[in-house]
Every structure is written in structure tokens, then in C-alpha cells.
T-cell receptor, first 109, second 114 residues
Framework: RKEVEQDPGPFNVPEGATVAFNCTYS??????FFWYRQDCRKEPKLLMSVYSSGNEDGRFTAQLNRASQYISLLIRDSKLSDSATYLC??????????FGDGTTLTVKP | GAGVSQSPRYKVAKRGQDVALRCDPISGHVSLFWYQQALGQGPEFLTYFQNEAQLDKSGLPSDRFFAERPEGSVSTLKIQRTQQEDSAVYLC????????????FGSGTRLTVV
């Protein structure tokens, strides 16, 4: 079993839709959590950190449930430009970050 | 510089050849990480530096892989006697301090071993 697991998708949604991605992690000692976005043949880029209290950045909302070792990302009012692969990332206090294999989103007109 | 710079952008190596991949992190970033990304998968951790100290090299797949950061800035990932399974994108990332701030990645080096 991988340390960080994501539904690979693909998720194909129309513009304007709301879509949610889930991620589970196995290391209970994990301390920091992030979502990254990766466009085709590009490097991953930090989208947002994830906090226990939940946090929002525009159309994006991230949630963390430490008890269930579960992270989510919600995208509201999807845009064509949101099409990408979304990577869930979990970091221990030893400095090492573990990436999921990503969930692919395609937003269609 | 403004971002993390990696070179070369693309590298084709014959099986058995040695290669060296370079990473120039964001100025002042203490932490530097190397990851390997195969097609369709997420990045896999290789090694981590804090300044010049290599704190974790648990992800290096074999003793053919070696990384250094002698002056705490530029880092080099060296792969000796390349094999076809080494073909991947090698990503370098830097961070202000360890794990709490997220990473800035370079554009990567796409290594193809033929």
C-alpha cells in the first residue's frame, strides 16, 4: 500500500461544476499537508497548504481530518484553466515529503 | 535567481554512461530536495539537504546514485553506469526551511537512457 493514495481519475467535468478530490495517508506522524498542481510536462507547483481548521483560497477549499488521515480539495465554479493533475503531499518532521500519484482533472466547455 | 534552475533540460545517455544533473536553488533557500518522477506517477523522494549536509538519502535507488551540495547552494545529482530504468524526470526543489513551507520546483531534467 502506498503511503499517500489518491483516486487517479480522470475526472471530466463541465465548466462551472464543483469537483472534490480525496487523499488518504498512512503515516500518523505526518505534520504538514499540501496540494500541488502539475500541468502536462511541467513541474509541480504549490497550490495551497492544508490546515486542520480547513482553509480557503478563492474557489479552492482544502480540508484535513487527522483522525481519519484524510485530506480533501474542493474546486468550485471550475474553469478550463483548472485542467491539470492535482498532487496530494504529506510531510513528516524529518523533512521528507511524500507525493501521491495525482488525480487528473479535465474541465470541458 | 528568481526560481530553481536545473540543467540540462534534456539528457540522452547511452546505457552504461555516467550523467550529472545540476540544480541551482533559490538564493537563501536552506533546504534542497531531489525527486524522481516516472510517467504517470507522482514524484518519488530521492534525497534531502539542509545547507551542505545531506540529511536523508533513503530514497536513492542504488549506490549508482550520488548527490552532493558542497557549498550549501548548487547541488549535483550523479548517476553512474546508467540503466534504462533510470529514465525519468529528475526534479529539484528548494524551500526556505524544511517541511512547513512547501517547495518550489525546477523545470526538471528529462533523462532518457537508450
Amino acid at each position: 500500500r502506498k503511503e499517500v493514495e489518491q483516486d487517479p481519475g480522470p475526472f471530466n467535468v463541465p465548466e462551472g461544476a464543483t469537483v472534490a478530490f480525496n487523499c488518504t495517508y498512512s503515516n500518523s506522524a505526518s505534520q504538514s499537508f499540501f496540494w500541488y498542481r502539475q500541468d502536462c510536462r511541467k513541474e509541480p507547483k504549490l497550490l495551497m497548504s492544508v490546515y486542520s481548521s480547513g482553509n480557503e483560497d478563492g474557489r479552492f477549499t482544502a480540508q484535513l481530518n487527522r483522525a481519519s488521515q484524510y485530506i480533501s480539495l474542493l474546486i468550485r465554479d471550475s474553469k478550463l484553466s483548472d485542467s491539470a493533475t492535482y498532487l496530494c503531499v504529506v510531510t513528516t518532521n524529518a523533512g521528507k515529503s511524500t507525493f501521491g500519484d495525482g488525480t487528473t482533472l479535465t474541465v470541458k466547455p | 535567481g528568481a526560481g530553481v534552475s536545473q540543467s540540462p533540460r534534456y539528457k540522452v545517455a547511452k546505457r552504461g554512461q555516467d550523467v550529472a544533473l545540476r540544480c541551482d536553488p533559490i538564493s537563501g533557500h536552506v533546504s534542497l530536495f531531489w525527486y524522481q518522477q516516472a510517467l504517470g506517477q507522482g514524484p518519488e523522494f530521492l534525497t534531502y539537504f539542509q545547507n551542505e549536509a545531506q540529511l536523508d538519502k533513503s530514497g536513492l535507488p542504488s549506490d549508482r546514485f550520488f548527490a552532493e551540495r558542497p557549498e550549501g547552494s548548487v547541488s549535483t545529482l550523479k548517476i553512474q553506469r546508467t540503466q534504462q530504468e533510470d529514465s525519468a524526470v529528475y526534479l529539484c526543489a528548494s524551500s526556505v526551511q524544511g517541511e512547513d513551507y512547501g517547495y518550489t520546483f525546477g523545470s526538471g531534467t528529462r533523462l532518457t537512457v537508450v
